[in-house]
Each structure stands twice: as structure tokens, then as C-alpha cells.
């Protein structure tokens, strides 16, 4: 496979992956649980990443160029049911990003993405999630101190801005929260027990 080839292939897998939500948006399923057909195209797609981490090592934009990195990045984030996907590429995504072949954000989505799945604090404030309240917020964060001295040495925003993006397009998609937060934690939690996470 030519790099070119590379990179329209991962494109493609992220604009299926982007035709999928959008199709799920409109029909209202979209936020009804992990929807079975994103799921089976998470796990096609983590498959295939897989196998090109396989060959040809983390595809950064030395090789598949800034649309193609992204879009691998992408996939990777969204390889939510394939834990051993996931953790397998964090080492490689981050020797990419110390060789500047990614951006040195995209490590810390994907190690906060994991820590989430694993129901544990996140570095980073890149995950959030329903809180008590009913409001779009945070996912728990380890040593919250120093959290915007992190978030500025990759890149990130504060994390009121990133908060405030995502619930206005929270707001704009009319999710809504659960309307028992409990049994979302724990279904959740089978989820994460079932999938192998925790």
C-alpha cells in the first residue's frame, strides 16, 4: 500500500465513522447507549488500525501527512471496545508525538480515554461525562493543580473553555441527561467489566 493509499484509507474509516454519528444523530439514536452499529464499526475500524500500527508503526504525518495522522488518531480514540487497541497504540502515539510526527495532545486524549473507560481519575480534563447534577462536566482528574500547567505544555486550552465548546454543542445535539444517573454509573461500569477494561 502507497502512503497516499494509507492515507485515504484512514480518512475514509473516520469520514465512515463521521457519516455513522451524524445518521444516528438525526435519527435520535445517537445518545440511546453504545448504539450496536457504531460499535461494530469502532471494532472494524480498530481492527484495521491495528494491523497498520502492525505494519508500518504509529501512521503520524511524516507519513500519511496532517489529515491522515488526524484521522488515525481519531479511529484510535473512538476503538472504545477494544481495549488491548488502545493500550497497545498509547506507547507508539507517544513516541510519535515526541518526534513531533503528532500533535502532543493526542497521547494525552487517548491516555485520559483510557483512564475514563478504566473508571479512573484522568491527567489531563479531556474526558467528561454526565455529572450529578446534569450537567456536562469533567471526568474526576488526578492532582487538579496542576491540571492547566499540563494542559498548556501539550497545547490544551483551559479547561473552562474546552467545557464551554462542549456543552454548547452538547445543547446543540439536545443530549440530554440520564434520567438516573446511579444506573448510568453502572451500566457504565458492566460495560467497562464486560469489554475488559476493568
Known sequence: M???ELRRRLVGMAEADERL???LLHDGSLFEGYN???AELHARNAQALAAIVDEVGWPGRTL???DGAEA????L???IGSPAVQRGCLPRLREAAERGDVPPAYPAWLEDRIAFSERRPQRYGTQFDWDRDGRMSAWPIDDFEGLEARRASIGLPPLEEQQERLRAMVARECERPPADYERRQREIREWAERTGWI
Open 36 to 38: 450496536a452499529r457504531m
Open 72 to 75: 488515525a488518531w481519531r479511529v
Open 2 to 4: 502507497t502512503r497516499d
Open 21 to 23: 454519528r451524524n445518521e
Open 77 to 79: 480514540q473512538h476503538a
Open 64 to 66: 500519511v501527512g496532517d
